[in-house]
């Protein structure tokens, strides 16, 4: 099924912001709950973040793929719901070859970057399609804060 968004192929590739509600923070560990759901994701700060627990942060997660799946079923959704992701479905929206990156728009957006061929293979073809994809994540990925709000 194709959404009303249409997914696009380009050379350099945009990153996708969201806003969450800091719930936790211990050295460079972030707890982030993203509004209007229940989860509460752990990320590494990819930079410095400027709020305290309870306060709202504006920024982008990046994560590096492990294996990515066509999806015959299913949405948008993280697993586990609270902790670090490890399994993350949802529509592909950009890719950018060159770059080994693709922009997954899931419960967050997510900027994935892809190592595998076949696996950047199989994002070429659900953005051109605008269908989704599943993949599992390595442990780390991080939120990378916007400075401009």
């Known amino acids: 099924m194709r959404s009303g968004r249409e997914a696009r192929m380009i050379p350099a590739m945009t990153t996708r912001t969201f806003r969450a509600k800091l719930?936790?923070?211990?050295?460079?560990?972030?707890?982030?709950?993203?509004?209007?759901?229940?989860?509460?994701?752990?990320?590494?700060?990819?930079?410095?973040?400027?709020?305290?627990?309870?306060?709202?942060?504006?920024?982008?997660?990046?994560?590096?793929?492990?294996?990515?799946?066509?999806?015959?079923a299913g949405g948008r959704f993280i697993e586990p719901i609270q902790g670090q992701p490890r399994i993350v479905a949802g529509r592909v929206v950009e890719v950018d070859r060159d770059g080994g990156r693709v922009l997954l728009e899931s419960v967050v957006p997510m900027t994935l970057n892809v190592h595998s061929h076949a696996d950047m293979a199989h994002c070429v073809e659900r953005c051109e399609s605008g269908e989704f994809v599943n993949c599992h994540v390595e442990s780390g990925s991080t939120f990378v804060p916007s400075r401009d709000g």
Do not use: C
Not at 41 to 67: I, K, Q
């Open 23 to 72: 719930n936790e923070r211990a050295g460079d560990m972030l707890v982030l709950a993203p509004g209007g759901t229940a989860y509460e994701l752990s990320f590494v700060a990819g930079d410095e973040v400027d709020a305290e627990a309870g306060e709202r942060v504006t920024g982008y997660v990046e994560a590096n793929a492990l294996a990515i799946h066509p999806a015959t």
